[in-house]
């Protein structure tokens, strides 16, 4: 994708940004008022997502989702699997009840090509979010919404650079998640000296003790960084007790992440948006069912990355504690 594409992607994603922010403090009790009333369910939903257990990232996503049904009067079924088998399941369900609208996250794309296409065959629009856009696009998914994980992790790559950093440790926490990996790739393509290390998401415990083993053999090693923001703030615990020196960076993003880059205890982290993401799939199955809409004009829609850094971290802190971002 060129920049001037980009450009246009996150310039959508900003002004909805935007949006979402009038509706925070102040503004949230004038946009309520004048807010209709929650809609009469007109359309089915299913959103089946790999959220793995304690993962808030996939509270967000699953806040502006339910926001969106409420808001449009779609009856929402949300369901969420890190197990790429029992994602395909879910999905197959809602299939053969025949729902008007399917959500679908594409992380291990293969897994979802059989279900997706048997959604089409029915005429039950699929949209693709949050992760593997190629597939989510390729196997028939009318759009995409969400980040270009390459492009994600070579924003932060640039980062890095410009503050000087050259032996990052990109930490994976769910192995072959096609996004993780395209992040950690991002970022090496632009910090060749990049090593990725592999934890067991599922267990904070060794993803402490992994971590720690890492820097203490790894003396070199100048930044931590973490693909989702519980895995951020254990790193770093991590780092302070082994008394490296290494800095910690982040992706994504939780109220207590944004507390801890506006703190600098983290250089900064790389929001993908999800209240968007979630908010933005249950809308376009709307636009879809009610108009033949197609959001994005068969492109994909860009939510992110954006950057949260010291800078601008209290600009979002709200929202975050709202459990918006």
Request: glycine share 12%; hydrophobic share 40%.
């Amino acid at each position: 994708m060129n920049r001037t594409h980009l450009a246009r992607a996150l310039a959508l994603g900003g002004a909805l940004a935007l949006f979402l922010t009038a509706c925070s403090e102040g503004g949230r009790q004038q946009a309520d008022d004048a807010a209709p009333a929650a809609a009469e369910k007109t359309m089915t939903a299913v959103m089946v997502t790999h959220a793995g257990p304690g993962d808030t990232f996939w509270d967000i996503v699953r806040r502006g989702a339910e926001a969106a049904a409420e808001r449009y009067g779609v009856d929402l079924q949300y369901s969420g699997d890190p197990d790429a088998a029992r994602q395909s399941q879910l999905a197959q369900q809602a299939v053969d009840q025949g729902t008007d609208g399917l959500a679908l996250t594409f992380s291990k794309g293969e897994a979802m090509q059989g279900v997706t296409q048997n959604a089409v065959d029915a005429d039950i629009p699929v949209v693709g979010f949050n992760g593997g856009m190629d597939d989510a696009l390729d196997f028939g998914a009318f759009t995409f919404i969400g980040q270009d994980d390459g492009l994600a992790g070579e924003a932060l790559g640039d980062l890095l650079t410009e503050q000087d950093f050259t032996h990052p440790i990109c930490v994976i926490h769910e192995q072959g998640n096609v996004g993780l990996e395209a992040r950690c790739a991002g970022v090496k393509e632009k910090l060749p000296d990049t090593e990725t290390l592999y934890v067991q998401g599922t267990d904070m415990t060794q993803v402490s003790s992994t971590v720690t083993a890492k820097l203490q053999s790894t003396a070199d090693a100048d930044v931590v960084i973490g693909l989702g923001a519980p895995f951020t703030l254990t790193i770093v615990d991590a780092v302070a007790e082994t008394g490296s020196e290494a800095k910690v960076a982040s992706f994504d993003l939780n109220a207590d992440l944004a507390q801890a880059v506006a703190d600098g205890d983290v250089l900064a982290t790389v929001d993908q948006q999800p209240y968007l993401q979630g908010y933005m799939a249950i809308e376009s199955l709307w636009l879809q069912h009610n108009g033949g809409f197609v959001l994005g004009g068969g492109q994909p829609v860009f939510t992110g990355p954006a950057i949260i850094d010291q800078d601008n971290a209290a600009d979002v802190l709200t929202g975050a504690q709202d459990g918006i971002r």
